[in-house]
């Protein structure tokens, strides 16, 4: 919050302005890189992909592409801020221009996607996510904000909390999984670690959450395409993320590609300004996605840019990231009155107030090149990145075969075992696949005795090569799963088995009856029953970061006990997403007859349910009691581990409304905590749940809590749970909280 006289200086500022100069903090300049082509890189990715230019020429353009940063639009006041600077010494010599050089010496904001990571990339989203846990998702950002400050950015594009409950979606990668209460955690959280109380600081950023709202709904999981929802749907299974994000104090939102239900995010004005700021209070800034004002002409809410430009700023969007159209068309439509100067300067004021509130004023210049080099890839940065990727693990199926004995011989076959750069996922764009720790090379180092196959040769199985590594080793490593650009934006797939070449090898694998570990790298949930069948050994690693290989060696030979557990459901066939948990029941929920609500050719049950993980030991759950109190239930347990090791369990809470006005979700998580537990020790657990928190909206979108039974469970994943049946009698919410949140 700005003081009485920095909201002075800030109106003082505003009123010296010219149009231009007002438009020119609008407007957000990607670098486009100008090569031998002279042209954009978007231009250049597209003589690329329609095959101009090979993918060698291009990288190699890339790399000695000269980036233009438009130095003369910025000596003239006409940019405000750039997405995609990522070095100390660029970002000084531009802010050096506009503080210096420009008429009022306005700083510059530099925003980039620091999603998982900077240099020292960690487990994508997805992946941390199954750790469940904040302190984790909390120090993971922090030190990505270390990193990245040091590169000299102020905000990034961080974190998305779309709810993703269609693994055909690629970017479900990029968000913690399809419930709505973890995934509110989780971006509380990260908010907490980019920015701390204090955004000024010189190792803070401001958090910008994504994507407002409702991407992760898009119809059929294809990227970009429609969302039309029930605004009750809208309201309790994918707003509150976003609400928590702007509670923790997120300075920035970014409004989504999608439309909702008929107009585009970026031109909602619903969305902007009466949800996000008349009922959440939001005081930060807007910033578009990438080019999506120029492309509501392509949706077709607007006649052309023009057009779109108008919309989108009498909507509350407010900086432009890349698409230009502010930069052409806000000054003539203030100069003919068809946009109101005040909301232009609303617009501006709330940027200037975000620059204010990074201290970007006082001190322009955050970082220097000496820091930046000091700070990127500090070795505790990559025991950090290992940590977070052994808890990020999850362990799917195993008979009895991990951990591994280390004198044991290991046959690794599969590309992606020495692939570093795979390693990074989706959406690392300042990592560099060099610094990655392959599984190979993890081996390597610990002085594992292996040998090492890619195991396909021209689309084949190497036969031959198998046969051969089957003499000499105890087991298969089998590693598998999708590239990193498999998974992340515009990577939809409608068929999220493993590819045909890969189950083949796998079935000769099975044939050498040895045992088989298989390990995943992949960036969403897939349909994989045979590998489930044919393997011994399931390892759930999606893509673990600069550290995969060594925290795949920890868990794989015992160095670690595996806790992570799943937050988002693997069906058995493509064909039954989008599938999550907290499903409604319907009138026929299952049973013998074939009335019922389920496929011909394919289980009502998940492959992997949410909630889901093994350990190396076991823990049962024992006791439990509910108790109310004046506004919340008591819910008490007990948790034994059984085994001979100690561990972390993660403990949830879920609870069904049995019988309500609008019917409701069979299970809703509520609460979780991770519980170390030694071997044979046990620990009690109590959860609170508010009555407030097991309210829905009613036909009229008014928040209810309605008297009746609720089911309460307590149990290690959302399938296997204990349960008891507890009435709530009449119970008013709080004055205020009957309005749409
Ligand atoms: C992309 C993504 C968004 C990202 C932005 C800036 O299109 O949708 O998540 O932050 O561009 O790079």
């Known amino acids: 919050m700005l003081t009485e006289s920095q909201q002075i200086k800030i109106q003082k500022l505003l009123s010296t302005m010219t149009l231009e100069e007002k438009v020119g903090q609008l407007h957000q300049c990607g670098p486009s890189l100008v090569g031998a082509f002279q042209v954009s890189f978007d231009e250049l990715l597209n003589m690329m992909f329609d095959g101009r230019i090979s993918e060698e020429e291009f990288g190699k353009l890339i790399s000695t592409a000269h980036r233009d940063f438009h130095e003369e639009d910025l000596r003239a006041g ?78 990034t594009f961080a974190p998305m909390v779309d709810v993703g409950k269609d693994a055909r979606w690629g970017r479900v990668s990029e968000g913690a999984g399809e419930d709505v209460y973890l995934t509110a955690r989780y971006g509380m959280a990260k908010v907490t670690g980019f920015q701390t109380a204090d955004p000024a600081a010189q190792d803070s950023m401001a958090a910008c959450v994504k994507h407002f709202a409702g991407y992760g709904a898009v119809e059929a999981g294809r990227d970009y395409n429609r969302v039309d929802m029930s605004l009750q749907k809208l309201y309790e299974e994918y707003l509150p993320p976003y609400k928590a994000c702007i509670e923790a104090g997120a300075r920035a939102v970014m409004p989504a590609f999608n439309d909702i239900n008929g107009i585009p995010c970026t031109v909602n004005k619903w969305l902007l300004q009466d949800i996000l700021r008349k009922e959440w209070k939001f005081d930060g800034m807007t910033v578009s996605d990438a080019n999506a004002i120029a492309e509501c002409v392509e949706h077709g809410i607007a006649a052309d840019h023009r057009e779109a430009a108008m919309q989108a700023l009498l909507a509350g969007m407010e900086m432009d990231m890349g698409s230009c159209v502010y930069k052409e068309h806000i000054q003539s439509l203030i100069e003919e009155g068809r946009i109101d100067e005040d909301i232009l300067d609303q617009a501006v004021s709330d940027v200037l107030q975000v620059k204010m509130e990074l201290g970007l004023f006082d001190h322009p210049y955050q970082t220097t090149a000496l820091r930046e080099e000091q700070e990127i890839l500090k070795p505790e940065y990559r025991a950090v990145a290992r940590k977070a990727a052994v808890k990020s693990i999850v362990l799917l199926k195993n008979e009895n075969v991990l951990p591994l004995n280390k004198a044991t011989k290991v046959g690794i076959v599969g590309s992606l075992a020495k692939d570093k750069a795979e390693m990074l996922g989706a959406w690392a764009i300042a990592g560099n696949g060099n610094d990655c720790i392959s599984i190979v090379d993890a081996v390597e180092q610990h002085q594992v005795s292996y040998g090492f196959l890619e195991g396909i040769i021209d689309g084949k199985v190497d036969v031959e090569g198998l046969e051969g590594m089957a003499k000499s080793c105890d087991m298969f490593l089998f590693v598998t799963g999708e590239n990193k650009d498999e998974s992340g934006e515009a990577a939809s797939r409608a068929d999220i088995t493993l590819k045909t070449e890969q189950l083949a090898l796998l079935e000769v694998l099975k044939g050498f009856d040895k045992p088989i570990v298989t390990v995943l790298f992949n960036g969403r949930p897939l349909a994989i ?108 347990a007990e948790i034994t581990n059984t085994g001979k090791w100690d561990g972390e369990e993660i403990v949830q809470c879920y609870v069904r409304d049995l019988a309500a006005s609008r019917v409701r979700p069979v299970k809703q998580l509520k609460a979780f905590s991770k519980i170390k537990l030694c071997a044979g020790e046990t620990k009690k657990i109590l959860f609170q749940i508010s009555f407030d928190s097991l309210g829905f909206y009613d036909r009229e979108m008014k928040y209810i809590v309605e008297p009746g039974e609720f089911e309460v469970f307590v149990g290690g994943n959302s399938v296997d749970c204990m349960s008891v049946t507890v009435r709530l009698e009449q119970y008013e919410i709080p004055a205020g909280m009957r309005e749409k949140q």
Request: charged fraction near 20%.
């Open 529 to 636: 029953p045979e590998t489930v069948k044919w393997s011994d050994v399931l390892v759930e690693a999606w893509h673990p970061g600069v550290e995969a290989g060594n925290a795949i060696y920890d868990i794989l030979f015992g160095n670690a006990n595996p806790s992570a557990k799943l937050t988002m459901t693997f069906p058995d066939k493509t064909g039954q997403c989008p599938m999550y948990y907290a499903h409604i029941n319907t009138g026929r929920p299952g049973g013998k007859s074939k009335f019922t609500s389920r496929y011909l050719d394919a289980p009502n049950e998940p492959l992997f349910p949410f909630g889901f993980g093994l350990s190396y030991t076991n823990y049962e759950y024992s006791g439990l009691t509910v108790k109310k109190t004046e506004n919340a239930f008591c819910v008490e």
């Open 78 to 155: 006409l940019i405000g801020s750039y997405n995609g600077v990522n070095d100390a010494s660029t970002a000084n010599r531009l802010q050096k221009i506009a503080v210096e050089e420009t008429r009022l010496g306005i700083p510059l904001l530099f925003g980039y996607d620091v999603v998982h990571g900077f240099r020292t990339v960690t487990p994508i989203p997805l992946a941390e996510a199954c750790a469940w846990e904040p302190e984790l998702w909390e120090e993971t950002a922090r030190m990505a904000a270390k990193e990245a400050t040091a590169a000299g950015i102020h905000m």
